[in-house]
């Protein structure tokens, strides 16, 4: 069993930057490959970046140099900052964790564990 818990969401103004932590617990082996993913209003979450045991990332497409994705080195905490906000990334933010698999860990994968989200409002 994992647990996740998100934090350092908030209204912030366009330009700005955050950085998003989520705390982990529970099964090692359960976490190997964490990522950061997103929901705004009426849209499918979408993945941002994710970041196996090892430190391999992966990183979506839109991420545009502005998303950086890490982990402590005990890897008992995921961060995500996020730099130069757009009113576009205003969305709850989740962080996801999953066992090794047979697939390679990707931001576009699907998580068997989840946070309870943590919501980023950017105004312009």
């Known amino acids: 069993q994992v647990h996740l818990v998100e934090s350092g969401g908030g209204s912030v103004q366009a330009g700005g930057s955050l950085t998003l932590s989520c705390a982990a617990s529970?099964?090692?082996?359960?976490?190997?490959?964490m990522a950061w993913l997103r929901q705004a209003p009426g849209k499918e979450r979408e993945g941002i970046a994710s970041?196996?045991?090892?430190?391999?990332?992966t990183y979506a497409d839109f991420v545009w140099g502005r998303f950086t994705i890490s982990k402590d080195s005990a890897g008992n905490t995921l961060y995500l900052h996020i730099q130069s906000l757009k009113p576009g990334d205003s969305a709850v933010y989740y962080c996801?964790?999953?066992?090794?698999?047979?697939?390679?860990?990707?931001?576009?994968?699907?998580?068997?564990?989840w946070g309870q989200g943590t919501q980023v409002t950017v105004s312009s």
């Open positions: 996801g964790a999953r066992p090794r698999k047979s697939i390679s860990c990707s931001h576009r994968g699907s998580y068997d564990y």
């Open positions: 529970g099964d090692t082996d359960s976490r190997y490959c």
């Open positions: 970041i196996n045991s090892y430190g391999t990332t």
